[in-house]
């Protein structure tokens, strides 16, 4: 009867693992040292070896040179345990055998000294299966077995394991396998088959595995049974349902021109051809992943599974594209991939998908768009020193600006209804020029002889007034005006219309040096929205009512925000000022 390679080919010592040294090394120098543990989890993924080389074990104990690190393979313990007949060898799949009744029977059956063996070895398969109450059931035998006893625990999900039986037990975690490693293991068996295979049929095998050499060696299996003797990498990709570096590059090329209209007819043909959608996103976004390795790496590297040839084909391609590109239309062609899954139109997600992925390649950075529309040298010196890629050559500029570029071009600023006549601002350098006029205003004769007479009478908010002005924060005692000061066991309230309330909120650290210049001490501020109060006392920016417009944008331009606005923004201008306490009180 035919044997799968899989199974034909499956190690039988220690030395015939690959991509697995750390647990081939410690497993053997323990068995050699007779260092035997009682308990051992083997978790990793599907396809490594984890059964193999629990059976590997099981031989170096049971043979009759062991325990040794190299069994014979050719005692009857050996060829029982190889075949899977052994009495003393039993192995349990947990998928079906996961209850605290089958748990039971296996601790019963652990009383019992081996048949013929030396050691009773328990092989549980999936154990991450078993439930929690059957675990518990297990906890005490696990812990103290008998000294004949091993018990060696395979999974692909480690972390289901219960903490307390992983404490009980060493663990080793195998790794995906080499993809060089998998093709050469691929290559010396069709050597031993007699069969035709060059390195891009086996690469083709290799990824379809993903790491897994059972996957791989079945895939393989099903490619000798299509081809015969001679494989052939069109056959294999059709036979397996992948998709060649040459279509997928027709999704590049478009980007890179780029042409919707040629997105819409890679899927008209997907369609017509009878391709599956779905493998084909998956596909895709393993295309633009390996591209951006490229595009980062710059050379071939072992990050990405794929031939000499094939790699230098994708270093092409993606010198073609920046690495903010590539990100971008990887991470939008997982989320296609995502959606795909519960589409009931997946024609039009796709298509939608790649149409996005052409729009995403003409967008363009916060920097370059606003160099663009301000052409200011502040903003041109943020986006020279932009990060720029630098590990392989630049795409080819476009000549003329794309499509978005000419629509923020003619996109007018926005205006109010009725529009002011703009206002020539200062130089932001002498942004504190109009703090002398300001002070000169306020030090009008008037002005002071009200503010000593509001002074004699002990107003605290004239008092507080006072101090802002002293600090340069017209802003805040325009708000202040409009409200009343109340002084009540340690605490000053402040009692405000709504809008006013708020500014002087965001005010509050200019108002507590305020009240500590006045007090000699902190005051703790609470603010309370209310009608607020015209005081008998006088006001000392009454005047300010009747001021000009220049003076009102003097004002203006002295507040902090409206300084640090500036900086930011140095081509930026103010059309209009509203008294936000004149729209209150008309």
């Known amino acids: 009867m035919y044997q799968v390679i899989a199974r034909k080919y499956r190690p039988a010592q220690f030395s015939e693992l690959i991509s697995q040294e750390h647990v081939r090394t410690t497993l053997g120098n323990a068995i050699t040292q007779g260092r035997i543990a009682h308990g051992y989890i083997l978790s990793g993924q599907r396809g490594t070896g984890k059964t193999t080389v629990a059976r590997i074990i099981a031989r170096c104990l049971n043979c009759v040179n062991g325990p040794t690190a190299e069994p014979c393979g050719i005692c009857s313990s050996c060829r029982e345990i190889a075949a899977g007949s052994s009495v003393d060898v039993i192995e349990i799949d947990a998928a079906s055998n996961r209850g605290i009744n089958e748990m039971r029977e296996l601790r019963e059956n652990v009383r019992y000294r081996p048949a013929r063996d030396r050691y009773k ?81 086996l690469g083709i095998l290799a990824q379809a595995g993903e790491g897994s050499v059972r996957d791989s060696l079945s895939a393989l299996d099903q490619a000798i049974a299509c081809c015969g003797t001679t494989l052939a990498a069109s056959d294999i990709r059709q036979l397996l349902g992948l998709f060649s570096q040459e279509s997928l590059k027709e999704v590049a090329e478009a980007l890179q021109t780029p042409n919707t209209a040629r997105m819409l007819e890679i899927v008209g043909e997907l369609e017509r051809n009878g391709r599956s959608l779905h493998h084909f996103c998956r596909e895709l976004s393993r295309y633009f992943r390996n591209l951006l390795v490229a595009r980062i790496t710059g050379s071939e590297s ?20 920046t690495e903010e590109d590539l990100t971008r239309y990887l991470q939008l062609t997982l989320d296609l991939y995502k959606d795909l899954q519960a589409s009931l139109q997946p024609r039009l997600h796709l298509e939608m998908g790649l149409l996005r992925l052409v729009h995403a390649g003409r967008l363009v950075s916060i920097e370059k768009a606003l160099a663009s529309v301000g052409g200011s040298s502040a903003t041109a010196t943020v986006a020279a020193q932009a990060p720029k890629p630098a590990a392989l050559p630049q795409p080819p500029a476009r000549t003329g600006p794309s499509p978005f570029e000419r629509d923020i071009a003619r996109k007018p600023s926005p205006a109010p209804t009725a529009p002011a006549p703009p206002v020539k601002l200062p130089d932001p350098t002498s942004a504190a ?29 004239t008092r507080l007034i006072t101090a802002l002005q002293e600090m340069d924060r017209p802003f805040v005692v325009d708000n202040l005006e409009v409200a009343t000061v109340v002084e009540n066991g340690g605490e000053l309230v402040i009692t405000a219309p709504r809008e006013a309330c708020t500014m002087l909120r965001f005010s509050e650290g200019d108002l507590a040096q305020a009240v500590k210049r006045v007090f000699g001490k902190p005051l703790r501020l609470k603010f309370v929205e209310g009608a607020g ?45 509203r008294n936000l306490k004149e729209q209150e009180n008309p």
Request: charge should be negative; glycine fraction near 2%; charged fraction near 25%.
């Open 302 to 321: 072992r990050l990405i599974s794929a031939s000499g040839p094939e790699q230098a084909r994708l270093l092409e391609t993606a010198s073609q594209f």
């Open 121 to 201: 070895v328990f092989i549980v398969d999936e154990a991450h299966q078993i439930t929690p109450e059957a675990f518990n059931a297990l906890l005490k035998t696990l812990e103290e077995p008998p000294e004949w006893v091993v018990f060696i625990l395979c999974t692909t999900e480690a972390h289901k394991i219960p903490v307390t039986i992983a404490s009980r037990c060493q663990q080793f975690s195998f790794r995906s396998v080499d993809f060089e490693e998998l093709i050469n293991r691929m290559r010396w068996i069709c050597e031993q088959e007699g069969i035709q295979a060059d390195d891009e049929a």
């Open 433 to 461: 020029a109009p703090a002398p006029a300001l002070a000169k205003s306020a030090a009008s004769e008037p002005a002071r002889d009200q503010l000593a007479q509001a002074t004699e009478n002990g107003d605290l908010r």
């Open 533 to 577: 109060t015209e005081s008998a006392a006088p006001r000392v920016s009454a005047p300010r009512r009747s001021d000009t417009e220049e003076e009102v944008i003097q004002r203006v331009m002295a507040d902090p925000a409206v300084k640090s606005f500036r900086e930011a923004f140095p081509d930026a201008e103010i059309r209009q000022v």
